[in-house]
């Protein structure tokens, strides 16, 4: 069985608030011919394609069918992952450790601008006997949520403002960001009410894109990268699915994911081995309780972390330097795509004017969105 598993290429598209100039296949197959060109190969060396694929996200009625012409996976395997792209990471890397496949490729993309109603999309993912015909919206749920972190004492509100401010700034120098933006605390704090405490400014506003990855056993990486960046964990986790019996506070599913990732990666102190970090801050307290499920802040300490700079991009522990989801824009099942994506370009040392120094460690962090727990953690070094 091989050991670990190689990043031979990555490809993306520009993330956008509307993409009327291409269809969703036009973005899958922008990625690919990326991807592809900076491995070195072309569909026919491929072991294996899997396609991350929720008709609900699409818009389109069974969407991965789509998906073998644009990855060129015609009469190859194919398999699809209605979840998300971390998810669909995880399923790849296992069909290399078998040892029976050396070169698999990861699909995920987003056309949120295609879905109409995406609020009424995302109400199906509540409970339809006990909570559906409620007919509440996912931001009445991340209210509750927020007000429940902040009553605890876990933050301030002024900490969680602080994320969309920091974060919005970042993604100003990310080429492929949406939403960059020089916002203050008081145009957070005082945006439009959504569900209070959550104001407009705390959420992150939707996008387009595609991310298409190469995975290699480490048989082939020489030949097809010089640099390649190795995946030394990955982890899945589900909790409650019922709003009735989930624990309200911590994230409990990003902590099982995190556990599962750090044993397999071998490490015992997050806080002291990972160098930088991409979570999914959906929400602007979702990043605060995240950093704590990952175990890189104490309860309580990730929101003073953030107040004091040390999750900026100059601080010990930068965080979502890519601008994350409220700078880069939220893309459904194709967010922690995006993070892994920006990891692999922070340990190849691309990440141009928001490169981080010395980055050796990186972690990538995804969550399946309001009304779920459902996450998914990958650990990357450069050697």
Same mark, same amino acid.
């Given at each position: ?7 031979? /290429?990555?490809? #993306? ?11 969703? @296949?036009? $973005?899958? %197959? ?5 991807? %592809? ?22 818009? %389109?009625?069974? !969407?991965?069918?789509?998906?073998? *012409? ?15 792209? $971390?998810?669909?990471?995880?399923? /790849? ?31 199906? !993912? ?8 409620? *007919?509440?919206?996912?931001? #009445? ?17 002024? &900490? ?10 970042? !993604? ?10 020089? $916002? ?5 704090? %005082? ?13 992150a506003q939707h996008a387009d894109g595609a991310v298409v990855v190469v995975l290699c056993s480490p048989k082939v990486a020489p030949s097809l990268t010089d640099k390649p960046v190795w995946i030394r964990g990955i982890g899945w986790a589900s909790e409650s699915p019922t709003l009735e019996s989930r624990d309200w506070t911590d994230a409990i599913s990003v902590r099982l ?5 750090? @044993? ?29 499920? $990952? @175990?890189? #802040?104490?309860?309580? &300490? ?12 100059? /601080? ?15 893309? #459904?099942?194709?967010?922690?795509? &995006? ?8 340990? @190849? ?33 450069? *050697?």
């Amino acid at each position: 069985m091989q050991e670990k598993v190689a990043v031979a /290429g990555i490809g #993306f598209t520009r993330f956008a608030p509307v993409t009327p100039d291409v269809s969703y @296949r036009e $973005l899958t %197959y922008e990625a690919a011919v990326k991807a %592809y060109e900076e491995a070195g190969i072309e569909p026919k060396d491929v072991d294996s394609f899997i396609c991350t694929s929720e008709d609900f996200l699409e818009g %389109y009625s069974i !969407a991965d069918e789509y998906c073998n *012409d644009q990855l060129g996976a015609v009469l190859k395997p194919v398999q699809s992952i209605t979840g998300e792209f $971390l998810q669909s990471l995880a399923v /790849g890397v296992m069909h290399i450790l078998t040892g029976r496949f050396d070169i698999v490729v990861v699909q995920a993309m987003s056309k949120a601008s295609n879905v109409k109603t995406i609020s009424e999309m995302m109400n199906f !993912a509540f409970d339809p006997v006990l909570n559906r015909p409620l *007919d509440l919206t996912p931001w #009445f749920v991340a209210g509750l949520e927020m007000r429940r972190f902040l009553a605890e004492g876990r933050a301030t509100r002024e &900490q969680c403002a602080a994320v969309v401010v920091k974060n919005r700034g970042n !993604a100003l120098l990310n080429p492929s960001a949406a939403y960059g933006a020089r $916002l203050t605390l008081e145009q957070v704090l %005082y945006s439009e009410p959504l569900a209070e405490p959550v104001r407009t400014l705390d959420v992150a506003q939707h996008a387009d894109g595609a991310v298409v990855v190469v995975l290699c056993s480490p048989k082939v990486a020489p030949s097809l990268t010089d640099k390649p960046v190795w995946i030394r964990g990955i982890g899945w986790a589900s909790e409650s699915p019922t709003l009735e019996s989930r624990d309200w506070t911590d994230a409990i599913s990003v902590r099982l994911a995190a556990d599962m990732a750090y @044993r397999m990666a071998g490490i015992t102190c997050p806080a002291k081995e990972i160098d930088f970090a991409e979570v999914n801050d959906e929400i602007s307290f979702k990043e605060l309780q995240h950093l704590e499920a $990952l @175990r890189l #802040f104490a309860e309580g &300490q990730a929101g003073w972390a953030t107040e004091n700079g040390v999750t900026s991009l100059e /601080g010990d522990l930068p965080v979502n330097p890519s601008g994350g989801d409220l700078g880069v824009g939220h893309l #459904f099942e194709c967010s922690g795509a &995006q993070k892994f994506v920006e990891v692999v370009l922070q340990l @190849r040392g691309e990440a141009g004017p928001r490169q981080i120094p010395d980055a050796g460690v990186g972690l990538a962090q995804s969550w399946r969105g309001i009304p779920t727990t459902t996450a998914a953690v990958a650990v990357l070094s450069a *050697d």
